[in-house]
């Protein structure tokens, strides 16, 4: 029966060819060491290490996890290296950093929102000719 840590090679050197390095830079900036450790079945990668994978090869994570599934899925769409960046530091937040950082974009938006909408509604005064 395949495990999680022959799939998690099969990965890596079959599918991605790459080294562990690289393997643990996409995968959220960890050890070649912790791949290695994920390998031999020590220890196994988190969400967050392949939420990033996902994120940055379109690697399934149901497919790392239990192997069901396509290995690949396609991604929703590209995201640049300053998204990227973004989700990579939110990754790093516990879960109440998370719901906290939410909740101010979330009223940072609604507040722009509001701002657009009274700067739309306001009447450009007509411009006289001389």
């Given at each position: 029966?395949?495990?999680?840590?022959?799939?998690?090679?099969?990965?890596?050197?079959?599918h991605l060819h790459c080294t562990q390095k690289q393997f643990g830079q996409w995968c959220g900036g960890v050890s070649k060491s912790a791949v290695s450790q994920w390998e031999r079945s020590i220890t196994e990668p988190d969400s967050d290490n392949l939420r990033s994978l996902q994120r940055k090869k379109g690697v399934s994570p149901a497919w790392v996890r239990d192997g069901t599934g396509a290995i690949f899925i396609p991604a929703q769409h590209e995201l640049s290296p300053q998204q990227e960046g973004l989700l990579d530091l939110f990754a790093y937040l516990d879960e109440t950093q998370r719901h906290e950082t939410i909740e101010k974009l979330t009223e940072m938006k609604r507040r722009n929102l509001e701002i657009f909408a009274a700067l739309k509604s306001r009447e450009t005064p007509a411009k006289e000719t001389e």
């Open positions: 029966m395949e495990t999680i840590a022959d799939r998690i090679k099969q990965l890596r050197t079959k």
